[in-house]
């Protein structure tokens, strides 16, 4: 690494980028495609989709998930819909207003190339789906049916009921079978990834666990695609699935790709808040409730009266008063902070003290419980069955979980990591979202990566006819060494505590210190308490049972291992960024009403960390950012 | 709250497994059943015991992952997945007594761990439109009317956990199968393979060694997602619509 990120943007206008992009790509003849081997690690929706598009044009994929089922991935949880600039509720919407929402949600942290062509590539995922047979919700003429969510004015969010996500997963996880049945497809499900094996300085395959055995396998390929989703499971708290991890993607970082922006993740702010602190896992609940939920706080502090009871003049609308003009559907990091502020000033309602109302009453009124019942029926029913309150005669109780890692694997416009014939997709990826993500934006993003792009830059990278490399090539027997050695280690300190207890140290000092508000002076305690849990870690944790069998334990405690790694990076990138922007907000940067303050002069770059060594200080590597198609504004939602 | 668990143990597949009695002491009554577990498994691993091995993901009753038979109800007794049940729906001092899905076409792996891929093997042979990547036909050029539309939905919102093969006494998929293929055959994109799916899928499922349709209905009366039985009739039909379908184009063959 020579301190240049080159991002590989092609010349020309922004509209025309990628489609020079395709017009200049190698390619692989139809007959010589099954000669080559692609790993995709992860079957969410990107690498789902990637899988099922790799397969399709002749490939060999070998698709691996930690899961029982690939249909099990945490895409399958995604509730609101996805967006696409359609314009099909004829309100002017196009291809550049999805773009310049997107880079202004993210509040221009991210890179204008990448997030053009998702913008444009937007219009064709809606199309693929449909013609999987995932069933959109339709208008009563039969045309898709839209709605529109935070950050911005128009509808163009597609969805199915409040469980797009779950159809366009079974929409990708199909098409992966279907390639399964071809035979061009194999998915190792049950199977963890534990280290990426490099051939010449090129990934050549993967290390993977099988989890019902625990016998290491090695798998040999002419690329890897990384598809292993976000790691904001580092704060303990958050509305991920149990078994979501970094582990795939740290490891790459340490043979060699660089991580980005990782202090960018997102904090949702409409979850159900934690009951108990054995709890881990906080469920959200869909954005789209902002459509019609008000949001708001009793005006004195300590208020203990049932909200029913609080008159209207008592009610502190907060996001309404101080964001007219997108009131109830400012951007995610928005809403969440302002939660956090009303409730840092003791306004907060519930036993805790940390959570705000999200009321309907207003829209029952208005629109009738029918109405609201057909919107949001499923997630009224969720709410009910988690807390026993029934949300159609009482306000919802919200708080701001950790729910998205905008930062990730640094990926050029090809989409592959610093590491040559390693390719980085969804949420594993750092590239679209800037600092804040829109929401209905990530499964666009995981799906235009995963159907639309890495087939073309994967085929790109293969057409340069690379050496065959095998499973008995020296590098995998250091590889697996390794792997074992460490997962020896792991079941072999023999001490007192279940990994779970160091998960939740852990993200204690994330959230208080690298959450919501974060400060030089918190982040450098962090990060000496992060180092503290983790000598405490390898020295006092106990893994019951053995490498060589099903173990749940040595799973866990392994992402653990990785996860205090990560967050310590994610400190030194907080601390590094001397500025407030989207979700990272740094408190010494911060305009007079309470606004993040960004520093365009100094920091409008993407910080791409290279792996130092073992308890080594990274190396930080800046990608400039520039602004040729959109004009760099304060972002103001009022 | 305390409770006292009557844990399935084995070791491996194929072991010979045995009930544990484990005590779950001082446990939050708004706790999800696979919390009090976890909590459980942590105290397990600081006594040097070893933790219970149980498949779960999501923890929101989507991802199907899973999969626990509580006092003889798959996933326990409010009809919705186990991360969903809660520990205020029992008494203080209960005996709770856990088990893996039970079915000849799940085996065991660990403690309460099944495999569940024989329903990946069914989708495979042919719960999908077999379309690739590419451009596609506008949506809006093949309507699809709210009822249709809600009428797939309601079968399309299946996990695939697999509760319905655990409550049949037949250890019948029928219910899983039936609501993809009432998806697919419902909707546009599904007609050019209709036939061919259902044969093809009830063919798989019957390779599984699942069991058949009586109609008992105990399906349908665990499945989370409430997903009727209507989808089985459905897939009767699919299925001698697909069988007289095939019928006729030999009879047409051997006339000319």
Not at chain 1, 2 to 9: Q, T, Y
Not at chain 1, 473 to 489: Q, S
Not at chain 2, 219 to 231: G, H, K, L, N, Y
């Amino acid at each position: 690494m020579n301190g240049r990120l080159d991002a590989k943007i092609p010349e020309g206008p922004i509209e025309d980028k990628w489609r020079s992009w395709l017009d200049a790509h190698r390619l692989v003849g139809p007959r010589n495609r099954p000669a080559y081997t692609v790993i995709v690690v992860g079957t969410g929706l990107a690498g789902a989709s990637a899988a099922a598009s790799l397969a399709a044009l002749g490939y060999k994929v070998k698709s691996f998930c930690f899961q029982d089922s690939a249909r099990r991935a945490h895409s399958i949880a995604a509730q609101g819909g996805i967006n696409a600039a359609k314009d099909l509720a004829n309100e002017g919407d196009t291809v550049r207003r999805l773009f310049v929402d997107t880079m202004k949600g993210g509040d221009f942290r991210a890179r204008e190339a990448n997030v053009w062509r998702l913008a444009e590539l937007s219009t064709n995922i809606v199309d693929q789906a449909v013609a999987q047979g995932v069933p959109f919700n339709r208008e009563y003429g039969g045309q898709l049916a839209t709605r529109s969510f935070g950050g911005v004015l128009v509808q163009r969010t597609f969805y199915s009921r409040g469980q797009t996500g779950q159809q366009l997963l079974l929409g990708a996880y199909s098409a992966l079978q279907h390639q399964v049945a071809a035979g061009n497809a194999t998915i190792y499900n049950r199977h963890e990834m534990l280290d990426l094996v490099l051939v010449d300085g090129q990934a050549r395959g993967i290390i993977a666990r099988n989890l019902v055995t625990g016998e290491l396998e090695r798998h040999a390929a002419d690329a890897v695609v990384l598809a292993s989703g976000g790691y904001t499971n580092v704060y303990y708290l958050s509305t991920n699935a149990m078994g979501s991890n970094v582990t795939a993607a740290w490891k790459a970082h340490r043979r060699g790709a660089l991580m980005a922006n990782p202090c960018f993740t997102q904090i949702h702010p409409t979850c159900i808040p934690q009951s108990g602190e054995y709890q881990s896992k906080l469920t959200l609940m869909s954005e789209s409730l902002r459509n019609d939920g008000r949001v708001w706080v009793p005006r004195q502090p300590g208020d203990r009266r049932r909200p029913s009871d609080i008159p209207e003049h008592e009610r502190y609308y907060f996001l309404e008063e101080r964001y007219p003009s997108f009131g109830n559907l400012v951007p995610r990091d928005v809403a969440s902070r302002a939660a956090k502020v009303v409730c840092d000033d003791g306004l907060g309602v519930g036993a805790t003290g940390r959570g705000v109302y999200l009321d309907f009453r207003d829209a029952i009124a208005q629109r009738g419980r029918a109405e609201i019942q057909a919107r949001y029926g499923n997630l009224f029913d969720m709410y009910r069955r988690i807390t026993g309150d029934d949300p159609y005669t009482t306000p919802m109780m919200i708080y701001p979980a950790p729910h998205y890692a905008m930062g990730g694997l640094w990926v050029d416009y090809e989409l592959q990591t610093t590491i040559p014939g390693c390719f980085a997709i969804g949420e594993a990826n750092f590239s679209d979202h800037g600092a804040n993500r829109l929401g209905a934006s990530a499964m666009m993003q995981c799906l235009a990566d995963g159907y639309f792009i890495v087939p073309h830059t994967v085929t790109n990278y293969l057409a340069q006819r690379l050496p065959r490399v095998t499973e008995r090539d020296p590098a995998f027997d250091a590889v697996e060494r390794e792997v074992r050695d460490r997962l020896r280690r792991l079941v072999s300190i023999g001490g007192r505590t279940a990994p779970q207890v160091f998960h939740r140290q852990l993200g204690n000092v994330m959230l208080d210190k690298c959450g919501m508000a974060r400060s030089a002076e918190g982040l450098t305690q962090a990060i000496s308490e992060i180092h503290a849990i983790r000598d405490e870690f390898w020295q006092d944790l106990r893994v019951d049972g053995s490498i060589d069998e099903l173990n749940q334990s040595l799973e866990y405690a392994g992402r653990v291992a990785d996860f205090l790694e990560l967050a310590e990076l994610m400190c030194l990138d907080a601390l590094k960024r001397n500025e407030s922007a989207g979700g990272h907000f740094r408190e010494e940067y911060q305009t007079e009403d309470g606004e993040a303050l960004r520093d365009d002069e100094n920091f409008a770059t993407v910080t791409a960390w290279e792996y130092g060594g073992e308890r080594a200080m990274p190396v930080a590597h800046e990608e400039p950012l520039t602004f040729e198609n959109v004009q760099l504004a304060t972002r103001s939602y009022k | 709250m305390n409770f006292t668990l009557e844990v399935w143990r084995q070791d491996y597949p194929g072991a010979e497994g045995r009930f544990e009695t484990i005590e779950a002491r001082d446990i939050d009554p708004d706790a999800s059943f696979l919390e009090m577990l976890d909590q459980v498994n942590e105290r397990l691993i600081a006594e040097g015991r070893r933790a219970i091995a149980f498949d779960s993901d999501c923890r929101e009753g989507i991802c199907g992952a899973c999969s626990l038979t509580i006092d003889g109800l798959p996933h326990g007794p409010r009809q919705v997945t186990t991360c969903q049940t809660y520990m205020r729906d029992f008494r203080d001092g209960q005996r709770i007594r856990i088990e893996p899905f039970r079915s000849n076409a799940f085996p065991v792996l660990r403690d309460l761990v099944v495999d569940r891929s024989a329903l990946d093997r069914i989708i495979q042979a042919g719960g999908y439109v077999s379309t690739t990547t590419g451009p596609q036909p506008d949506p809006n050029a093949a309507p699809v009317s709210p009822d249709v539309q809600q009428r797939a939905m309601d079968a399309a919102i299946c996990i695939g956990c697999g509760a319905c093969v655990a409550a049949c006494p037949n250890g019948a998929a029928m219910l899983f199968t039936g609501a993809k293929v009432t998806h697919l055959n419902l909707l546009p994109q599904g007609q050019p393979e209709r036939e061919r799916r259902a044969l093809a899928m009830v063919r798989q499922m019957d390779e599984e060694g699942f069991g058949g349709c009586t109609n008992y209905g105990e399906c349908s009366r665990a499945c989370p997602q409430e997903i009727s039985i209507d989808v089985i009739g459905m897939l009767n039909r699919e299925y001698r619509r697909a069988v007289r379908g095939q019928a006729r184009s030999r009879e047409k063959m051997v006339a000319q």
